[in-house]
C-alpha cells in the first residue's frame, strides 16, 4: 500500500492541512456538534464533506504547492487516526459500487 499524505482538521484555526498541498480555511462548515466526514479522492481532486455538505474542494492541479498533484493522484490509501484523536468513534470504508 502507498502512503499519500495526511489530512488535518484544525478546529482551533478552523483549517484543514493537506500535506504537500497546504492549508485551506473551513468554507460551509456545519455547527452541528456531531460531525460526519466524507472524504473522497480522485486522481484529479480531494473532496471533503461534513454532514453532507461540501467543505473542500481540492483540485490538485489548483494548489500553489507544485507537490500537491503528485502527492495525491497516485493510488493508495489508508486511513489512520492520530493518538491524540478523542473525537472519532468509528471508520467506515464502503464496498465499491458494482456495476451489473
Known amino acids: 500500500m502507498i502512503g499519500l499524505g495526511k ?3 484544525d478546529f482551533r484555526y478552523k483549517r484543514f492541512q493537506i500535506d504537500s498541498c497546504g492549508l485551506y ?3 460551509n462548515l456545519p455547527e452541528d456538534l456531531n460531525k460526519e466526514w466524507t472524504i473522497s479522492k480522485t486522481k ?3 473532496t471533503i464533506l461534513c454532514n453532507g455538505v461540501e ?3 481540492l483540485v490538485y492541479v489548483d494548489s500553489s504547492d507544485g507537490n500537491c498533484e ?3 493522484s497516485r493510488d493508495g490509501a489508508q486511513v489512520k487516526f492520530g493518538s491524540d484523536d478523542q473525537a472519532s468513534d468509528y471508520f467506515w470504508d464502503p464496498p ?3 456495476s451489473e
Open 7 to 9: 489530512i488535518r482538521i
Open 25 to 27: 480555511g473551513f468554507v
Open 96 to 98: 465499491e459500487l458494482k
Open 70 to 72: 503528485t502527492t495525491w
Open 44 to 46: 484529479e481532486a480531494l
Open 55 to 57: 467543505v473542500l474542494n
